[in-house]
């Protein structure tokens, strides 16, 4: 599985499946969660509420995730995820983990070759952004040993910044 970054805006991404950094509704919101949906359009909306009606009636728990279509986005799919909110007094990076873990999986059960990634919880969240993109980029490189090299299909995850010190914090992670 290869790792890069891309910077820029993740709803312009030609990734298979890119992943949404969701609010438990997952009815849309701000930030990237918004970004989607705007971009999407309503059939990601709808989607969602299908989802809510039949098999989550109490919302997406925070590291869990699930796939809808990608409406109007480049990408085929979308893969919402629940990040966690960052606390100071109460470790949480095991549930921020496994946002990008059970979003490969995810990945691997839709038959997505490529996924782009934002930082999950890094913005409205709050999670620092260096400790973020370790936790992303450790997580993933985890999965990608897992699976194997060929056990699955997806075979890039490209990490998409929003800015240039989310970019460096990447970069950063990935060479460490």
């Not at 299908?50 to 699930?66: F, I, N, S």
């Not at 969240?125 to 400790?131: A, N, T, V």
């Not at 914090?169 to 060479?175: H, K, S």
């Amino acid at each position: 599985m290869e790792l890069r970054i891309e910077p820029g805006d993740i709803t312009r991404s030609t990734a298979d499946a890119v992943v949404n950094a969701a609010n438990s509704t997952l009815l849309g919101g701000g930030g990237v969660d918004g970004a989607i949906h705007r971009r999407g359009g309503p059939e990601i909306l709808a989607a969602c509420r299908l989802l809510r009606e039949e098999e989550l009636p109490d919302g997406l728990p925070a590291g869990q995730a699930v796939a809808t279509t990608a409406g109007r986005l480049p990408a085929r799919w979308v893969i919402h995820t629940v990040g966690p909110t960052y606390a100071k007094t109460i470790d949480k990076s095991q549930t921020l983990a496994s946002c990008y873990r059970e979003s490969l999986r995810v990945a691997v059960r839709i038959g997505a070759a490529s996924v782009a990634f934002p930082a999950i919880s890094a913005g409205v969240y709050g999670w620092p952004m260096d400790d973020a993109a370790r936790i992303a980029v450790q997580t993933c490189r985890a999965m990608a040993a897992e699976v194997g090299p060929d056990a699955g299909p997806v075979a890039s995850v490209v990490f998409v910044p929003f800015s240039e010190a989310a970019e460096q914090a990447f970069r950063e992670a990935l060479d460490g």
